[in-house]
């Protein structure tokens, strides 16, 4: 016959049970914290991704910049955004006519880093200017480009100090080097005033006017 040592009434304590619900807590908390660690690192990984695929986008591949003036007026106006192709030219040829952003050539004096005009002569041409009109290699160019009126009589820039590369010319291009022009003739400092430029300073083609919204359109 067994006797219990239990005063009667007492109920009986769970421990074991007790201590196995504090140690699910305690892993659900740890799994909780551990996704959440997850997650933050999974966080940290698409942004270094995105910051670096920007960095990479910004310097190979396309870029935007901001009109400062109106040299190429009315292309391009005062506070437009234009989108930058800068891959394009790694694989393939300036043309005449493009609209090219550059970097600052040695003779200009102006205080921008970049500048943005378009080819108007290719290397090894010859151009020159009479009447208002463009000639290469002797030829008159036609310029659909611009726009009818006195802006777009291109004429030599008035007191340059660089008469060599001024117009009428001739001015003979060198090899490897470009010859840009603004569309606003009357107010551009340009190829007259610092020379032909050379690919190298070439940043990339102006494919498109992005901003402001209702000045959206392809170059």
Partial sequence: MSVSTDAPG???VPAAADSDSGR???AIREARSARRRRAAVEWLVILAIVLVCTVLL???VVQSFSIPSLSMSPTLQVGDRIIVDKLSYGFGSIHRGDIVVFR???LE?????DLVKRVIGLPGETISASDGHVYIDGKRLSEPW????????TGPLPGDAHQQFNLPGP?????GEYYVMGDNRENSEDSRFFGPIPKSLIVGRAVIVAWPLDRIKGL
């Fill in 104 to 106: 600052r050539p040695p």
């Fill in 24 to 26: 699910g807590r305690a």
């Fill in 171 to 175: 001015v003979k291009i060198p090899p």
């Fill in 109 to 113: 004096d102006q205080e921008y880093a």
């Fill in 146 to 153: 611009l726009p009818p009126g006195p802006q777009s009589y």
């Fill in 10 to 12: 007492t109920p009986e």
């Fill in 58 to 60: 910004r310097t190979f």
